[in-house]
């Protein structure tokens, strides 16, 4: 690696993932620097906290680093990689932080937080932008119903409870827009068939 001193920031994302794998201090830093705003706005952007946010991008590159031998391009990129695990960590942060269901007044920023925040130049993936503008266009009601499902982690009831809905209403709306995005997702012209 010592030929690639002078260029190392036009290394591809995957040499300086290899350099953080086998402790290159040089790469690594180079790694951290390139990715660190990336990473940082994804936690922003589902904690809405900076201290909360600074430590998960740290937890982000700790677990890079630790994982980094494991990491398949064929599953996807180095950022599509690092900005799932940060948004993972960032989701489990809030999921530890909330001890009550979200006010269902509050659930619409929430979605709007999947769908229309500074995630989406950071989540940049082809397909976390499907899936985005996918969830966007579902009936309000039903991407609510998923959301709070989906990301937090409510089940049925407390979906019904906390929109003062039957349970068999949150149970549809939940099925209902699960099986429109696998729809939408699995299509050849995607975002067509969502109503």
């Known amino acids: 690696m010592s030929g690639f001193r002078s260029p190392v920031g036009r290394l591809p994302d995957e040499a300086l993932l290899s350099g953080l794998a ?19 706005g994804v936690a922003m952007a589902v904690t809405g906290d900076p201290q909360l946010a600074e430590d ?12 980094a031998q494991i990491y398949d391009s064929r599953r996807g990129s180095v950022t599509t990689w690092l900005t799932t695990i940060a948004h993972n960590l ?4 809030v999921r530890a932080r909330r001890t009550e269901p979200v ?7 929430l979605v709007g937080v999947v769908t229309e925040t500074p995630e989406q130049w950071a989540l940049a993936d082809e397909a976390s932008s499907q899936l985005r503008a996918a969830l966007a266009r579902l009936p309000r009601e039903q991407a609510r119903a998923l959301v709070m499902a989906g990301i937090y982690g409510m089940t049925a009831q407390q979906v019904a409870d906390s929109e003062n809905i ?11 827009a699960m099986a429109k995005l696998r729809m939408t997702l699995a299509s050849p012209n995607r975002g067509d068939h969502v109503q």
């Open 103 to 109: 006010a269902p007044e509050d659930l619409d920023g």
């Open 166 to 176: 039957p349970l068999g209403t949150a149970k549809t709306r939940i099925r209902t």
């Open 56 to 67: 998960i991008a740290q937890q982000t590159f700790e677990r890079a680093w630790r994982h």
């Open 22 to 40: 086998t402790g290159d201090p040089e790469l690594a830093v180079t790694f951290v620097r390139r990715f660190q705003h990336r990473v940082f």
């Open 90 to 93: 960032a989701i489990d942060a």
